[in-house]
């Protein structure tokens, strides 16, 4: 368990807010007469972006003394002080940075000391910097087990989430203070570490605001154009890649999961990927970087952008195909350490992050792979208006959906009991069972493929969801929702038995290993007029060996849970954070949510 020391910040006397950009009084620069040419700041007031071989373009790891204009928003800071728990900071470097990676530690920790420095000697500290230390804190508070959070509020006789709440607000506020483009890439790196504290606090349509202010400052630097020309050092370089790279993976995935457009118009970017070679620059030795599974996840991002409908959530079962082709290409280029069958565990040990985002790409893969085949869970398969390509492909989506809920499960053990906080593994187990349980509320003839293993899935969901509504008020909303889903289905003794009972992977039948039946059908259950070949080519390539888990931020309108047949349930339930993320009303559910009701 750390141990905290503290260190009293007052902002009033350390963080230098009153000089100009450019290093002018507001007297001199009143006073001063126009120039013959036009500078580089008169242009910036245009509205121009910077070059691409702007010295100043990139500002990776550099934190100047950037203050605002004296016109430029000055919070109270006679209430803003805080507490600052430098372990907090290593903490983060520790259990946190791995998972986004938006600081590269060695030099992060050399400037820290660098700020330390300043600090001790009475000198203006740049509110860029603090303001990231702030937000550094207050997502690493957020994430400490329970026995280390209880330290925290018994030494500073405060709750830790009104700890982690005047943390943002004293970095917004400082941020505040900051012009467009004046912060450097210090400034774009605590502007997404606000949208970390957003999701991590189930505020996604806050988090989905705070990424756009994060990705505008960073288009301001010219982050999204070629750094080729751009006269900065390697390093540099390298980090704008890294950054720029993480930036776009969040936006199409959070953007995907809150229905909304894209905030980076692709056509008009150049992409550049990380050499991830900063870990290890000797390239005899092979060190994983924690880069390489951001930028992955943006490889895929960008094949699945050129595939019609997807990006605008428009997904059916005829983009099956297509899909599945682009996931299974991107999945080939793995490293061996991410491998979805037998991959290399040596490293695991040495480098403890891997497994967790191993199961993360597991997750992403099977989670597009599945999209457009949700709407095989809730079709009814008795009728003759049901097209032919969905029959046929519903028990595909059968054996994707266990394979899947199994993924989900095993990626959020890597987080839980310590952290409930990870939404996107619960919500994934959720929205998945809940179109399990439509499959079973259309299951008129109780002839659905694997209808045991679908029974013991859900109870898997709803042990799980249990186990998390202990520590998070999402899980406990996702929970609450699924068992009223699951108590309305018409089920005999025995099958409800099944569903209630307390259950864990190990006591599970559904394996990937002895499920023979996989994510692929056998040529009798395809129709030859409407599947012309795809079905067979999508699911030869797609078999039960192939699972893996989702991420919370990747789901798109239409993957939530459209099209769940009408039950007439009543949830008289607080679903505020639910309906961030789904549209309740296309549900199909038939739901009375007094909340939302307008």
Known sequence: MPQFSYTIIDARRTID?????????????????????????????????????????????????????????????????????????QYFLSEMNDQYYCLYPPTFSHDYATWWSGKANGQSLTPAFTALLLHVCACAILYLDVETRQQLETDLGENYTSLSEQYHSTAKQLSNTIGPGKGGLTQVQQLFLGAIWYKTEALFVESWHALGAAIHEAQELGMHRSSSKAKVSEFEREMRRRIWCLLYTWDWQISLLLSRPFIINSSSCSFEIPSLRLEAPNTETYTPSPVTSISLQYQLGQRISNIPGVMSGILSPNQAIAIQQEVTRWTDTFPPIFHLQDPDTTHDHIHTYIPMQRQQLHALAHMVTFMPLKPCLTIDTTTKNTPTLEKSLQPAAVSCALNLML????????????????????????????????????????????????????????????????????????????????GSISLSAEEREVVWSKRSPATMSTTRSSDDAGCSLSEDTLTSGQDNGLVSRLLERHGPSDSTPIDMHAYANGLGLDGIPSTGLELDLDLSDLNQIWDWDNLGLDLDIPSIQS
């Open 17 to 89: 807010v009153s000089a100009r950009d450019d290093g002018q009084s507001p007297t001199e620069a009143r006073g001063s007469v126009v120039s013959g040419i036009a500078t580089e700041h008169d242009f910036r007031m245009l509205g121009y972006l910077p070059d691409n071989d702007d010295p100043h373009a990139s500002g990776a790891e550099q934190y100047p003394h950037y203050c605002p204009h004296k016109d430029s928003y000055r919070p109270n800071w006679k209430k803003q002080f805080a507490l600052f728990p430098p372990n907090l900071i």
């Open 407 to 486: 993924s989900a499960q095993q990626l959020l053990s890597h987080f839980l009991p310590a952290n409930g906080k990870f939404h996107f593994a619960p919500f994934l187990m959720f929205d998945t069972a809940a179109y399990l349980c439509s499959a079973l509320i259309h299951d008129k003839h109780r002839d659905l493929p694997q209808r045991e293993k679908v029974l013991e899935c859900i109870s898997l969901a709803l042990t799980t969801l249990k186990d998390v509504a202990r520590t998070a008020k999402t899980g406990a909303t996702c929970y609450a929702v699924l068992a009223k889903i699951v």
